[in-house]
């Protein structure tokens, strides 16, 4: 039996960015993610949004972590190669009452310690498709790609030696004297400590080894994604005053990192940790939500939705909001775990990691690797190159000259590229989130053939195992008929 220093439970933001500060250090440090990629939680179905903390209370820890992750993130992007772009964002009052919130927030932001945020008044607002009576200008709130992002993380610490075991799911987790036994759909692990990153999953964690002293309320965001061709409706991000119950910022509107616009998300309790369905109704919602702060948006520019899922720890009735545990068990000793990460966790992870691996500190010597290397730095997308750059790399090597998406003019190579990830992923998603392609108008009706031919015969794989996202989402049972020369 394998035995680790840390294993990690979950590859989300919160345990990919774990497993990748820890990947600094001589050890041996496993993640255990049941999805069949990393971010298969809430840290791909999400807004993107680097927060800068003028929502959370002062010395709240989601304040502190918010504000240190903020600060922490361009180095990170630079150093990581995920893209970041620092577009701020406004908080729109709609009528004069709503100004006393815009006060407010700008109080919290300045307590918080967050730099740069102006009152405006409508006329000042530089967003031409939008109408308001006022609005809070936070030039620190910026855009990420949110998996791309946790992938950067769980992709580096990959090459620097940490074992991500994808399709694996902790089914239950022994304590020894000195060490914890984990059993999984794969066979049995040991670990000297456990990091409980199982983000809705945190009980079911933790209820292994003991009585939870919690509960946790899932609570469901839907989203709409507006095509392209309507990315010049805003240049910033477009938020309302946040409504007063259920510890939500309310529906705002959202450039994101690939050029498209969000609306979302909403705000729903459900019973169903696993519900993550978009529904019509939300779709209506959203749409008449999203015309109040942009009149001019129009069904027909929708292409897509899709629902994340936010582990709340207080329920409706207790107004939604509660802060982030992040705790060693006291009765089972070398268990911590991360509870309640909801936004902004996304922008709190990298600080959040350098606390938990501060604790981690507390049990196990950390020494530095002398041979720690930061990610190469990824090549520009094809979509992105002159003409002269793309027939130099076409020369190359002429699969830079076969497009496979035409949507988000995505190559061949591309798509080669993205399917030799260190983590091993390989389904249509993992494809997808790498490098886009699928992402356009037609959503993946052009180019998912092309794909499944191109995984085909770079894994040799039968089309039957090829998988759409998670391990049980097989594309093909089987043939409707014989096909006579292949
Ligand atoms: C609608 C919505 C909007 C948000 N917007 C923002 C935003 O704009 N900015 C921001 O900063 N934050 C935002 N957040 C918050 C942010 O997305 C989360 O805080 C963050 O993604 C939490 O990461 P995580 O790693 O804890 O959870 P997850 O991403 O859910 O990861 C947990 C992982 O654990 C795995 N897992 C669970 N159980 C097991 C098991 N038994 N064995 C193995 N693996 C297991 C799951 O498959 C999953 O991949 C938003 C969240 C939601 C839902």
Redesign the pocket.
């Known amino acids: 039996m394998k035995n680790f220093h840390v294993a990690i439970?979950?590859?989300?933001?919160?345990?990919s960015s774990i497993a990748w500060e820890l990947s600094k250090y001589k050890l041996d440090v496993v993640v255990?993610?049941?999805?069949s990629d990393?971010?298969?939680?809430?840290?791909?179905?999400?807004?993107?949004?680097?927060?800068s903390g003028i929502n959370s209370p002062p010395s709240s820890l989601k304040a502190r972590y918010?504000v240190e992750g903020n600060k922490i993130l361009q180095s990170l992007a630079d150093n990581l190669g995920f893209p970041l772009k620092w577009i701020g964002k406004y908080v729109i009052a709609k009528n004069e009452e709503e100004i006393k919130e815009l006060e407010r927030l700008k109080k919290v932001g300045i307590e918080n310690c967050v730099p740069g945020l102006k009152i405006k008044n409508g006329a000042e607002v530089t967003e031409p498709n939008i109408s308001c009576f006022a609005a809070l200008w936070v030039p620190t709130a910026g855009i990420v790609s949110?998996y791309k992002f946790t992938m950067a993380f769980a992709e580096n610490a990959a090459e620097n030696d940490v074992k991500f075991l994808l399709e694996?799911?902790?089914?239950n987790l022994i304590k020894h004297k000195d060490c914890f036994i984990l059993k999984t759909n794969k066979g049995e692990y040991q670990s000297l400590l456990v990091v409980n990153?199982?983000?809705?999953?945190c009980r079911?964690?933790i209820s292994m080894v003991e009585k939870p002293d919690f509960n946790v309320y899932p609570c469901r965001?839907e989203y709409l994604v507006l095509d392209k061709k309507h990315s010049s409706l805003i240049n910033s991000m477009i938020y309302p005053v946040p409504p007063k119950e259920l510890g939500v910022l309310g529906v705002h509107i959202t450039p994101t990192i690939g050029g498209n616009i969000l609306l979302g998300?909403s705000a729903e309790f459900i019973d169903d940790t696993e519900n993550k369905k978009t529904t019509r109704e939300m779709m209506k919602t959203l749409i008449i939500e999203g015309r109040k702060i942009i009149p001019a948006i129009s069904d027909r520019a929708v292409i897509n939705a899709y629902s994340?899922?936010?582990?709340k720890l207080a329920s409706p009735e207790e107004g939604g909001w509660s802060d982030y545990r992040i705790e060693e068990s006291k009765q089972v000793s070398g268990l911590i775990s991360?509870l309640g990460?909801?936004?902004?966790?996304?922008?709190?992870?990298p600080a959040i990691a350098k606390d938990v691996v501060r604790m981690i500190s507390q049990s196990i010597e950390l020494k530095f690797k002398d041979n720690f290397k930061f990610a190469k730095i990824k090549r520009k997308r094809f979509s992105e190159m002159s003409v002269k750059e793309r027939s130099d790399f076409i020369k190359k090597d002429e699969r830079w000259g076969r497009i496979v998406c035409r949507c988000e003019q995505i190559t061949e190579k591309e798509v080669i590229d993205a399917l030799s990830n260190p983590l091993g992923a390989k389904t249509l998603s993992s494809v997808k989130y790498r490098c886009r392609a699928g992402m356009g108008r037609c959503q993946g009706g052009f180019c998912t053939q092309h794909i499944i031919r191109i995984i085909k015969k770079q894994f040799n794989m039968d089309v039957k195992n090829i998988k759409l996202r998670s391990p049980d989402s097989n594309l093909f049972f089987g043939r409707t008929r014989e096909v006579r020369n292949e």
């Open positions: 439970i979950g590859g989300g933001v919160i345990g255990f993610e049941m999805g990393v971010a298969s939680g809430a840290s791909k179905a999400n807004s993107g949004v680097v927060h918010c949110p694996t799911k902790v089914t990153a199982a983000g809705l999953n079911e964690i965001g998300p994340g899922i936010r582990c991360l990460i909801e936004s902004p966790g996304l922008t709190g992870a």
